[in-house]
């Protein structure tokens, strides 16, 4: 019996084959894929503006490990093989969800003129580019997306032609949006809420600062036409010079859908911390300066108010504590003469409980008590010495933001351009300005500062920025003026990682980062191409390891740790 139904199955199957030759075949149009004409340009610039979050999240866990921003598991070898998730991701959405939806929707809002749509499109479109440049060196683009056009193994073009790319993206993302009149169809903005506008103000400061980025990284190979690119910039006025001006991507509160931070996700929403904050970090923001940096409560919530002291529980929860300091963990141009950190930090003794960069001990059962992430950004809670466990009803509930080009950001970049290539502003105003800035958006995402009882004062800010401008004033040397330039900024830029990897390669700022527990290895110049693509694509070939740098990284090899 089975085989006989088997035999009818066959023959059945050899019809539909030979009938769908004759007919379904004919067919140009594949019934499964939408044509241009049916793409919605609205559905798809939500779809585009969504994936740019997530784009920017891989890039800024992979960006802020490298730099102490975040925690690193084991040594960069290790974890920044071709197997990384976070770049893989980055890699994918980049391609498949960004810059393919992004040619898909401009020829349908071409001819519907949606001139808002195309701009904010190129905008998106641009910033990733530039950024799989700064993480991967020489990427696929020219041949990129033309599998209609036969070419199903795209070649890399270099590095600078890709970046020369972007930044006629935003010329014609400018053009768009001149472009746009009374019968200029709305989009919506998850930006800026620009859905109508006429000129489109927000977004042209944000494309025109990611040209004050695009030069400022090319300073090291063009001084002469990246100081006079950004001074036509600063001539202008048209960049982001205002909190309400910044690009963030902001998260809600809702569960179904999930619409939270995906740190308090990860941590809160869990009830159980699965990440470590950077010893580093929490020792730049409680010991280096020799006062709390006003915006370390903000930053990272502690849910114990100190350390165990018996050494039973030390050798099972921080088993490091009686091992011998690394002798490349000594005071390297700290703001105050103080050691650096090592295992934790004991001699505060409150509770700031984190872990080294690059340690790969095994996992303790610390959950309750490591440092986790506060209400800045991510929307969690604020430390007021409650130390206690944490929840999702906790905090912000997960209504933080990606900071992904903020105002203090452009300040910080305002003064490195000052130093180094003699633009038009002042080098220390800008500082001044840049740890301003950000200190006003940090303290005011508390939306109840009333509730707390050692929030940051406005007299607080002023001798931070006192004791940091007088330090800058009292170098000596352009190199110590950038570190105090650039360890400000890198702490401005808590939950943005891919400014700090720019920054950290271009300058070696800041100069005193916590070096890898396992001693120094490669730092990653640039990431390895992902297996997703270098497996797939005969016209991909790795790269010999992470020492290869990037076309405007010409500093020193092993000038950076």
Request: charged share 20%; net charge negative.
């Amino acid at each position: 019996m089975k085989i006989k139904s088997n035999i009818l199955f066959w023959l059945l199957g050899l019809i539909l084959v030979f009938s769908c030759e004759t007919t379904e075949l004919d067919l140009l149009v594949d019934p499964n894929v939408p044509t241009p004409e049916a793409l919605d340009a609205d559905t798809n610039l939500n779809f585009i503006q969504f994936q740019l979050a997530q784009f920017f999240e891989n890039a800024t866990e992979s960006g802020a490990e490298a730099v102490r921003l975040e925690y690193m598991f084991d040594t960069y070898a290790i974890n920044y093989n071709n197997t990384n998730a976070s770049n893989s991701n980055m890699w994918t959405t980049a391609y498949a969800n960004i810059l393919n939806e992004v040619e898909l929707l401009i020829p349908v809002a071409t001819a519907s003129g949606r001139a808002r749509h195309i701009g904010v499109a190129r905008i998106i479109k641009a910033y990733t580019m530039m950024t799989m440049v700064d993480y991967f060196g020489d990427v696929p683009y020219t041949e990129a997306l033309q599998g209609n056009n036969g070419i199903v193994f795209p070649a890399v073009d270099a590095g600078a032609d890709v970046y020369d790319a972007a930044l006629a993206e935003l010329d014609l993302a400018l053009a768009d949006f001149a472009s746009i009149d009374a019968n200029t169809p709305g989009f919506n903005d998850l930006y800026y809420s620009e859905d109508n506008s006429n000129t489109m103000p927000n977004w042209s400061k944000f494309a025109n600062s990611l040209k004050l980025k695009y030069y400022l990284n090319r300073r090291l190979i063009d001084p002469t036409g990246a100081a006079a690119g950004i001074n036509a910039l600063l001539t202008s006025g048209d960049i982001i010079t205002s909190s309400s001006e910044d690009f963030k991507w902001s998260s809600g509160t809702s569960i179904n859908p999930q619409s939270r931070h995906p740190y308090f996700v990860e941590e809160y929403l869990a009830a159980n911390t699965g990440e470590y904050i950077p010893n580093y970090l929490m020792w730049a923001l409680a010991v280096e300066k020799g006062e709390d940096d006003p915006r370390l409560r903000y930053y990272v919530y502690r849910q114990s108010s100190g350390f165990p002291s018996d050494e039973a529980t030390l050798d099972n929860e921080i088993s490091c504590w009686n091992d011998p300091r690394p002798t490349t963990y000594t005071a390297i141009d700290a703001m105050q003469p103080v050691p650096l950190p090592f295992c934790s930090l004991f001699g505060r003794g409150d509770g700031y409980w984190g872990r080294d960069h690059a340690n790969r001990e095994g996992i303790p059962p610390d959950n309750t008590k490591r440092t986790t992430f506060g209400v800045y950004p991510v929307g969690g809670r604020y430390d007021d010495n409650d130390a206690d466990g944490i929840d999702d009803n906790d905090g912000l509930q997960g209504a933080g933001i990606w900071p992904i080009m903020m105002d203090s950001f452009v300040y910080f970049m305002r003064a490195e351009a000052a130093l180094f290539l003699g633009t038009s502003d002042d080098a220390a105003a800008m500082l001044e300005q840049g740890i301003r800035s950000s200190m006003n958006t940090v303290t005011s995402f508390l939306p109840n500062p009333g509730d707390f009882t050692n929030v940051t004062t406005s007299g607080d800010i002023d001798d931070y920025v006192i004791a940091v401008t007088d330090a800058y004033m009292a170098a000596t040397s352009d190199a110590e003026r950038m570190n105090i330039i650039g360890k400000e900024y890198w702490l401005a830029m808590y939950g943005n990682g891919v400014e700090g990897y720019n920054l950290y390669r271009r300058t070696g700022a800041p100069g005193n980062l916590q070096p890898t527990l396992l001693g120094t290895g490669t730092f990653p110049r640039s990431f390895l191409y992902p297996n997703v693509t270098v497996d797939r694509n005969i016209n991909i070939s790795q790269k010999p390891g992470l020492a290869v740098q990037v076309f405007w990284d010409n500093n020193p090899a092993g000038f950076i740790q």
